[in-house]
């Protein structure tokens, strides 16, 4: 009885994705998606969201083959006349056989159907793409008609393929014939196909549409749509988009004061663009902008601003903020959800997305366990089995619902660019992630943070981005002419301008300043040299950056004597005084076991102090838990943001290159070991950020200690020597080359005040070439050393990227080297594994805490409360410091977890609590330290 109730007939199911695509297209896409996908088919918009929603219900007439045969109560319903004609038909993958199937079909529907390009063959792969894979179509070979008729069964399966298909035609109303399928409009509706067979494949959904009673198609696609109903009344499919939260809106008007609170109006750069970008949208359409400003400036507000002003006059609809890191896109998170909030809007869902983001408390506990979904096409798969559909295949999740891709879909964004980056490289569901990022703003934060492999990756996605006509704003404090020239250069070669008209285009925004360049003319309108010099003397002021040169040598674990001249002791002499005459101070270290070193160092060598270890002396770095990781993290915004209220009397921050970006800190001192000059450059912007701001308080503002204001806003760059001379650290990251290191210790050699902003362009300037005087250190070789590996970096990121849309023949060209999402190299780094660190209990009990009160949940069913717990304490590490032959038995985790997409590929790291001890793979050993986090040692040099 159960297994009848399951049975759907699959044109019912191809009729639901229609009219699913068609509430998609009236509420989801934009106008200048509608546009651009009209156009790219050569038809009326009317007659493209007909043709759209046909190819959509059309996606699934693969199923009407041999697929039958493998659900034994599907096959219990097909007549004998089907039966009988199967002929020598073999198994395909229904995707494959719909594409094969629809390439014969539309021909005999008027399609064109020669070559690659073809409307016929392009809609085919449209089709037989709905799972996120597009695949090649052989019109002469398996694709051909004979081929078809043998392989997908005799006439009467293809006189009821036909049929099928045309009734799909008929109710849509697509008549008309498209004369042209462009690679951009084909990546749009590709997309919207994948959504609205996901959404009309919820278990939920399609499940309450299999028990109503229905008289025939027709009646069902009414129904559906809502085409019978009074005009008061909603649809099926416009009930399932008003679930899914889809629904693009507009936001109402509100005042700068307040959607920026604490803000009271824009400063001089902001006020410019938002009346000079207004022109120039309205009058040459989208574009690029880019922003150059201080760390510090508002920067975020004004990308905010430039995304109403596309919206009002571009019809594009939110914003996507692309961030280098999970933490800065947390940070980000919140700023965007009360920008949109203070809009006041019945329903304006904003997502997060990145790898990390389902322990923010953006997402339910609901969301986390709801591990069950599947689609039609999980429930009837491909695959033969005589007893039905298994129970344990009910359980497979498919994440897309819930997952990264699905959350670039929403009208309000932030992401880790690793997600945008993934529409561009041969992932599954590449279109649907170019989809959700086309139809609003996107914004590039932090420009000059990524490698050259990433930033490649970054073109070649503004590439794309420009082809598909969405506005873009690019935000940077210190992003090189050059590097912005070359971005700017790769969003209007998409746009369609040829290169020997982008060479000559000028895109640097001035420093400070803002250049807007229209994608239909390459038009260039910029910031007022007037309004750009007044805009600087406002935020001028001034800053010394003291470099010391110091003997690197770790404290490791005992309590030696550490001599005058170790970096060690430098750092004792630069915090001791906060420790006690109190301020904010932060420590910025090369790599995680430096940060580890330094604070087991301070928290020894100031233990007769006020200063408290775990309250005034922290460590955040990217190897603790998330439990103790994101509290840390909101305690420094709350506590040393932008109010000032609760400003703690003294406080000592060790960290990494994690509080360097985009986090809105203010410190009375910053100590940083060497980095490359942008990067000391945004260390120095947290150095007393919120001055100016507070000035203007009068009473209640924060009051920097009296040693401090003595001293001024000053930075120390601790300078790793050996004779004089740079010696860099063994074991440092890799972050920043050697070159770039030794170039910066050359231009802080002497020490020197720096004037903020004006100094900024000619510091980088300097920064990216080596200096060519006689009495320099000759970095020639180091300079080269430096190039190639960028050279060798922007190879690799061609060869990991798909074609730009000029030069994409098949759509299958979008899918030559397949990859899953979670493997996709979207950074040059090492390959991450995520890590569980846990206790064996005595008992063989595997536990969270040290005292057995926390058990892993084993599942089969697992609550939300305990995904978020679990998420909670997992860490990712590089996979290499894993793969050495483990020196000990480490215990899977529970059986259950291999089906939860959250879980699925955690690895356990093992601690007695009694006894703990590292545990060792290879020369690598690994141990959870609850106040350092998970430490990290060599076992063999």
């Not at 790219?40 to 190819?55: C, D, I, K, N, P």
């Not at 880019?290 to 004004?302: E, L, Q, S």
């Not at 490649?456 to 996605?461: G, I």
Request: net charge neutral; charged share 20%; aromatic share 6%.
């Amino acid at each position: 009885m159960a297994s009848i109730r399951l049975g759907y007939p699959v044109l019912f199911h191809m009729l639901d994705v229609a009219a699913v695509a068609g509430q998609l297209w009236d509420r989801f896409l934009t106008a200048p998606q509608r546009n651009l996908i009209a156009v790219g088919l050569g038809l009326e918009e009317a007659q493209a969201r007909s043709v759209v929603m046909f190819w959509a219900g059309a996606h699934d007439v693969g199923k009407v083959s041999r697929f039958q045969e493998c659900e034994p109560v599907a096959w219990a319903r097909v007549s004998d006349a089907l039966r009988s004609d199967t002929g020598r038909w073999r198994l395909l993958r229904h995707e494959r056989a719909s594409m094969h199937a629809m390439v014969q079909i539309l021909a005999q529907f008027g399609y064109p159907c020669a070559g690659n390009a073809s409307p016929a063959v392009r809609a085919a792969q449209i089709m037989g793409g709905h799972h996120g894979w597009f695949h090649q179509v052989d019109v002469q070979g398996a694709a051909s008609a004979g081929r078809v008729a043998v392989e997908l069964g005799g006439v009467a399966w293809q006189d009821l393929r036909f049929r099928y298909a045309a009734q799909i035609q008929y109710l849509t109303g697509a008549t008309a014939v498209p004369s042209q399928v462009s690679a951009p409009a084909a990546v749009l509706i590709a997309g919207l196909v994948m959504v609205a067979d996901q959404l009309a494949s919820q278990p939920h959904e399609w499940m309450k549409q299999a028990f109503t009673p229905r008289f025939g198609a027709a009646q069902h696609y009414e129904d559906a749509t809502g085409r019978g109903l009074s005009r008061a009344g909603r649809g099926w499919a416009a009930r399932v988009v008003d679930t899914a939260e889809l629904e693009r809106i507009e936001l109402p008007p509100a005042n700068f004061s307040t959607v920026h609170a604490p803000l009271t109006r824009p400063n001089e750069l902001q006020h410019s663009l938002m009346q000079g970008l207004d022109a120039a949208v309205a009058e040459h359409g989208s574009g690029i902008v880019f922003v150059a400003d201080r760390t510090g400036a508002g920067k975020t507000v004004t990308a905010l601003e430039a995304q109403a002003v596309f919206a009002r006059h571009l019809g594009t609809r939110g914003v996507a903020f692309l961030q280098p890191s999970t933490t800065i896109a947390d940070a980000m998170y919140d700023t965007l959800t009360a920008y949109v909030a203070a809009h006041r809007p019945a329903r304006a869902p904003t997502s997060l997305a990145h790898s990390h983001s389902w322990v923010n408390p953006a997402y339910s506990d609901e969301a986390l366990s709801h591990s069950g979904q599947i689609t039609v096409d999980d429930y009837f798969t491909d695959r033969p089995d005589p007893t039905g559909r298994p129970d344990a295949r009910v359980t497979v999740p498919d994440t897309f619902l819930r997952g990264s891709d699905r959350a670039l879909l929403a009208q309000f964004t932030v992401a880790t660019l690793d997600q945008a980056a993934m529409a561009v490289m041969p992932t599954r569901r590449s279109a649907l992630r170019l989809l959700g990022l086309s139809g609003r703003t996107v914004v590039l934060d932090e420009a000059h943070a990524y490698s050259p492999y990433t930033l490649r990756l970054a073109q070649r996605l503004l590439h794309w981005l420009g082809a598909l006509g969405c506005p873009v704003v690019v935000l940077s404090a210190t992003l090189p002419d050059d590097l912005a020239s070359s971005l700017t250069n790769a969003y209007l070669a998409g746009a369609g301008h040829p290169s020997t008209t982008i060479s000559e285009h000028d895109a640097a925004p001035g420093y400070p300043g803002w250049v807007f360049t229209a994608a239909r003319s390459a038009t260039a309108v910029r910031i007022e040299d007037s309004v750009r010099l007044r805009h600087a003397s406002q935020q001028r002021s001034t800053a010394t950056l003291e470099l010391h040169d110091v003997e690197h040598q770790p404290f490791g674990a005992g309590t030696r004597p550490v001599s005058t001249g170790e970096r060690l002791a430098r750092i004792l002499d630069e915090a001791g005084p906060v420790a006690e005459h109190g301020g904010c101070a932060s420590i910025h270290c090369d790599t995680v076991a430096d940060s580890q070193d330094t604070y087991r160092y301070l928290r020894h060598a100031l233990d007769g102090t006020d200063l408290r270890a775990g309250t005034d002396l922290l460590l955040a770095h990217a190897r603790l838990p998330g439990h103790q990781l994101d509290p840390l993290m909101r305690f420094l915004r709350q506590r040393i943001g932008p109010s000032g209220h609760h400003r703690p009397q003294r406080l000592i921050v060790v960290t990494t290159s994690l509080l360097e970006m985009s986090l809105n800190i203010d410190l009375d001192h910053v100590i940083s070991d060497l980095a490359a000059l942008p990067r000391l450059l945004h260390r120095l912007g947290r150095l007393w950020r919120f001055e100016q701001t507070w000035q203007h308080r009068g009473s209640g503002r924060p009051k920097r200690p009296d040693w401090i204001r003595e001293r001024g806003p000053h930075m120390s760059v601790l300078h790793p020597t050996e004779d004089g001379c740079t010696l860099l650290p063994e074991r440092r990251s890799r972050g920043d080359s050697d070159f770039l290191l030794h170039r910066t210790a050359q231009l802080l050699r002497t020490g020197r005040t720096l004037t903020l902003p004006d100094d900024v362009p000619t510091l980088l300037t300097q920064a990216s070439s080596p200096d060519t005087s006689e009495d320099a250190e000759d970095l020639t070789e180091l300079y080269d050393a430096h190039q190639a590996h960028a050279r060798s970096a922007i190879l690799y990121a061609d060869m990991q990227s798909v074609p730009p849309p000029e030069r994409i023949a098949s759509l299958a060209d979008l899918h030559r080297r397949p990859t899953l999402p979670g493997k996709a190299p979207t950074r040059d780094g090492e390959r991450a594994q995520r890590l569980l660190p846990c206790f064996q209990q005595p008992s063989g009990r595997l536990t969270l805490d040290r005292h057995g009160q926390l058990s892993l949940p084993p599942g089969p069913r697992l609550k939300g409360a305990e995904i978020r717990l679990l998420l909670n304490h997992v860490i990712s590490v590089p996979a290499a410091w894993m793969s050495g032959p483990p020196g000990q038995d480490t215990p899977p985790p529970p059986t259950a977890w291999t089906t939860h997409p959250f879980l699925a590929d955690l690895k356990l790291l093992a601690d007695d609590p009694h006894q703990p001890r590292p545990s060792t793979f290879g020369s690598d050993a690994l141990q959870m330290d609850p106040e350092l986090g998970l430490v990290r040692t060599r076992t063999l040099p």
